[in-house]
């Protein structure tokens, strides 16, 4: 079985644009959820959809923004984009709701802002 | 809030070694403890999973332990081999289950080959 796939694998965009980051999830898995990973640090989470409904939110700002379609993939949107948006963007799929089953992780998609 | 802390933040030893990773979380109400493996660049892969109610779980050649009421688990890895470098991460889910995993910083394990 596939794991969870995300794209593109790379992005460059210029600060104040738009970046949209896709991720489809694990098949049969109806959670997906949405990390920031900056160089050095651990993941910070930003979302969770499932269902199609925003189940958790973290501490980040109203640019970001997400959302999940009928076959439970989803998209992470970024407006505005900052220097400091720079990061490894990871998805992590799960059976169902909540952070108590286990979380399986794609690749990520890394963007630099410039 | 809770917070995660791994504890070395790097280690290089040679091969064939057997080493003790460790993760220390502020809030001892969590529902489970994760601990992945990313590669540069990458994603992370899900090593070994510990229900709150568990004293440990096994994979192989790693051995994970939790102790909730001091805060603290430990990843031991036996053997140790070359293609186990990498960052190794503590995540812990938080009670409710709702507020995603709080992560760890990391440990940059080097087998030395």
């Known amino acids: 079985d596939a794991g969870v796939t995300q794209s593109p694998t790379h992005l460059i965009k210029t600060r104040g644009q738009h970046v949209t980051l896709r991720c489809s999830p694990i098949s049969g898995h109806k959670s997906v959820s949405w990390y920031q990973q900056v160089l050095g640090q651990g993941p910070q989470f930003i979302f969770q959809?499932?269902?199609?409904?925003?189940?958790g939110r973290g501490n980040f700002p109203d640019r970001f923004s997400a959302r999940q379609f009928p076959n439970y993939s989803s998209e992470l949107n970024v407006n505005a984009l900052l220097l400091g948006d720079s990061a490894l963007y990871l998805c992590a799929s799960s059976v169902f709701a909540g952070f108590t089953y286990e979380q399986y992780f794609g690749p990520g998609t890394r963007l630099t802002v410039t | 809030k809770q917070e995660v802390t791994q504890i070395p933040a790097a280690l290089s030893v040679p091969e064939g070694e057997n080493l003790v990773l460790n993760c220390s979380f502020t809030d001892s109400a969590i529902y489970n403890l994760q601990w992945f493996r990313q590669d540069p660049g990458k994603g992370l892969t899900s090593l070994l999973l510990i229900q709150s109610s568990q004293r440990e779980q096994t994979s192989g050649r790693l051995n994970a332990s939790l102790d909730k009421s001091s805060g603290r688990s430990t990843l031991y890895i036996a053997a140790s081999q070359p293609g186990d470098s990498a960052t190794y991460l503590c995540?812990?889910?938080?009670?409710?289950?709702?507020?995603?995993?709080?992560f760890g910083k990391g440990t940059h394990l080097i087998i030395q080959p």
């Open positions: 995540a812990v889910c938080p009670g409710g289950g709702a507020d995603g995993l709080t």
């Open positions: 959809y499932y269902e199609k409904e925003e189940r």
